[in-house]
């Protein structure tokens, strides 16, 4: 497995999600973000106090957008085809199976990516066997 290249550190402007505004208050409203459009609300005209609204200036930096703490970008593998094209890509991309793969298939792609020297985000998932 080969390092990540080297890269900028990795600063999140927010960690916290952004809550639709009264989803603390009433069950039916979904915590997932909607834009208020009320005439009268107190987030959208952005009070002193009230729930911060996403804007472009929560963006992360564009050289470390979609990096891993590691230094790598996730790159979704199905089957060891997949696996071949990060050959060349190994310090950007590391290999993340998909949920959908079978445990054979699993085995296949982790002692390719070992072959390889590619990275894999979740090489335990759905190996181990019941004893």
């Known amino acids: ?20 505004h009264q989803s603390d208050n009433y069950m039916c409203v979904d915590p997932s973000w909607r834009k208020p459009k009320g005439i009268d609300n107190r987030v959208r005209r952005r009070f002193k106090g009230q729930a911060a609204m996403p804007s472009i200036g929560y963006g992360s930096n564009r050289k470390t957008r979609h990096l891993m703490p590691s230094g790598h970008k996730a790159f979704l593998v199905h089957n060891t085809a997949d696996v071949d094209l990060l050959l060349m890509h190994n310090k950007t991309f590391a290999a993340e199976i998909g949920h959908a793969v079978s445990s054979r298939k699993r085995v296949e792609i982790i ?11 979740n090489p335990k998932a759905r190996i181990t066997t019941e004893v």
């Open 1 to 20: 497995m080969v390092a990540a290249k080297k890269h900028i550190k990795i600063v999140k402007k927010r960690t916290k999600r952004f809550n639709r």
């Open 111 to 121: 002692s390719r990516a070992k072959e390889l020297g590619v990275k894999v985000t």
